[in-house]
T-cell receptor, first 108, second 111 residues
Framework: GQQLNQSPQSMFIQEGEDVSMNCTSS?????WLWYKQDPGEGPVLLIA?????ELTSNGRLTAQFGTTRKDSFLNISASIPSDVGIYFC????????FGGGTRLMVKP | DAGVTQSPTHLIKTRGQQVTLRCSPK?????VSWYQQALGQGPQFIFQ???????QRGNFPDRFSGHQFPNYSSELNVNALLLGDSALYLC??????????FGSGTRLTVV
């Protein structure tokens, strides 16, 4: 079946830092989505990408749909404490398939 | 505008029992998908309903079944519960493949 590999699995952030995470697949997807999930809640859509090469921003978040349609990245600029949570990439190629998630935590 | 609502929010069942989870889609959406999310993992696709029929199915046994009603709401049924069925069950509604919106989920614990 379709598999999405997301990296890193977890990372610590300090307020003000920029954050990057990415997602790769062996399959082609027609649409890439990025979600954030807080504890006890369902995933909330952050950014949707519909065309290969597309670069889309939503406030401090920027995501790109890779030209091969097999990868995508998400950048968060100037991180703030409420950015903590789990970020999932998801691809649509018939069904919506999720990666394993990147857990963002605050540096102690 | 109400989003996706799921009920119940939490549920405890015994091994071997059966369970039914419910989902009301976001207004204007006609497609409902169900996902199982184990602790620390990404959601895994169970199946998708459109026009009251199962359109796609993930790698889940026949113990998992569902239904979609004329008002687009949906149920997920799991028979002969196993300990490994303990998870967060998420419902997502969409208009075809656009606007996937998730509910807060039902936390199922099998003891």
């Amino acid at each position: 079946g379709q598999q999405l590999n997301q990296s890193p699995q977890s990372m610590f952030i300090q307020e003000g830092e920029d954050v990057s995470m990415n997602c790769t697949s062996s399959s082609i997807f027609n649409t890439w989505l990025w979600y954030k999930q807080d504890p006890g809640e369902g995933p909330v859509l952050l950014i949707a990408l519909y065309k290969a090469g597309e670069l889309t921003s939503n406030g401090r978040l920027t995501a790109q749909f890779g030209t091969t349609r097999k990868d995508s990245f998400l950048n968060i600029s100037a991180s703030i404490p409420s950015d903590v949570g789990i970020y999932f990439c998801a691809g649509i190629g018939g069904m919506l398939t999720f990666g394993g998630g990147t857990r963002l935590m605050v540096k102690p | 505008d109400a989003g996706v609502t799921q009920s119940p929010t939490h549920l405890i069942k015994t091994r071997g029992q059966q369970v039914t989870l419910r989902c009301s889609p976001k207004s204007g959406h006609d497609t409902v998908s169900w996902y199982q999310q184990a602790l620390g993992q990404g959601p895994q696709f169970i199946f998708q309903y459109y026009e009251e029929e199962e359109r796609q199915r993930g790698n889940f046994p026949d113990r998992f079944s569902g239904h979609q009603f004329p008002n687009y709401s949906s149920e997920l049924n799991v028979n002969a519960l196993l300990l490994g069925d303990s998870a967060l069950y998420l419902c997502a509604s969409s208009l075809a493949h656009y606007g996937y919106t998730f509910g807060s989920g039902t936390r199922l614990t099998v003891v």
